[in-house]
T-cell receptor, first 116, second 113 residues
Framework: AQKITQTQPGMFVQEKEAVTLDCTYD???????LFWYKQPSSGEMIFLIY??????QNATEGRYSLNFQKARKSANLVISASQLGDSAMYFC?????????????FGKGTHLIIQP | KAGVTQTPRYLIKTRGQQVTLSCSPI?????VSWYQQTPGQGLQFLFE???????NKGNFPGRFSGRQFSNSRSEMNVSTLELGDSALYLC????????????FGEGSRLTVL
């Protein structure tokens, strides 16, 4: 079973609208972290936001917020007031903090295109 | 503060050759991990180093190896290159192992002909 599922391969959104990118995860660990990265066409993975499994409040970083619903194993990324420069691939990732954890597990990504 | 630096950014090799990629982490970061990104397989974890010791290794053949130096800089090596090794190789650094901030470099794009 996939550990990280991103169900939206591609999205078109009008500039200035809010965007929600879906991410569900699967783990039996109690201690884990959830990450969102943006990857423009240049290839660099840009860190956006992090949520720890024990964090009680949803993480926020500027225009980015993470809608963390632990019982549903959901970690959706919300981008408020989208901009043309937000067009990129977006990846959700998880790290399980048990001993011997194997790095980050990534979803397949969502290709977001912001239209003027 | 300089980010994660990877060299070279682009390279072309032929089957059977070997390649060495370099990663300089953010100053003060002691953990370096490597990932392979391909259109078919997506992003896959290769290995992680912390304080010069390999801590974890992903499901890759022994042709893929790496090391970390005392200044936290890391190299990865791929021997006997195959066409399927063509990929973007990404390096990430963090100050510790179990941390919420993991920063990536721009990657090294390898093409195997």
């Amino acid at each position: 079973a996939q550990k990280i599922t991103q169900t939206q391969p591609g999205m078109f959104v009008q500039e200035k609208e809010a965007v929600t990118l879906d991410c569900t995860y699967d783990t039996s660990d109690q201690s884990y972290g959830l990450f969102w990265y943006k990857q423009p066409s240049s290839g660099e993975m840009i860190f956006l936001i992090y949520q720890g499994s024990y964090d009680e409040q949803n993480a926020t970083e500027g225009r980015y917020s993470l809608n963390f619903q632990k019982a549903r194993k959901s970690a959706n990324l919300v981008i408020s007031a989208s901009q043309l420069g937000d067009s990129a691939m977006y990846f959700c990732a998880m790290r399980e903090f048990r001993g011997g954890a194997d790095g980050l597990t990534f979803g397949k990504g969502t290709h977001l295109i912001i239209q003027p | 503060k300089a980010g994660v630096t990877q060299t070279p950014r682009y390279l072309i090799k032929t089957r059977g050759q070997q390649v060495t990629l370099s990663c300089s982490p953010i100053s003060g970061h002691r953990s370096v991990s490597w990932y392979q990104q391909t259109p078919g397989q997506g992003l896959q974890f290769l290995f992680e180093y912390f304080s010069e010791t390999q801590r974890n290794k992903g499901n890759f053949p022994g042709r893929f190896s790496g090391r970390q130096f005392s200044n936290s800089r890391s190299e990865m090596n791929v021997s006997t290159l195959e066409l399927g090794d063509s990929a973007l190789y990404l390096c990430a650094s963090s100050w510790g192992r179990d941390t919420g901030e993991l920063f990536f470099g721009e990657g090294s794009r390898l093409t195997v002909l």
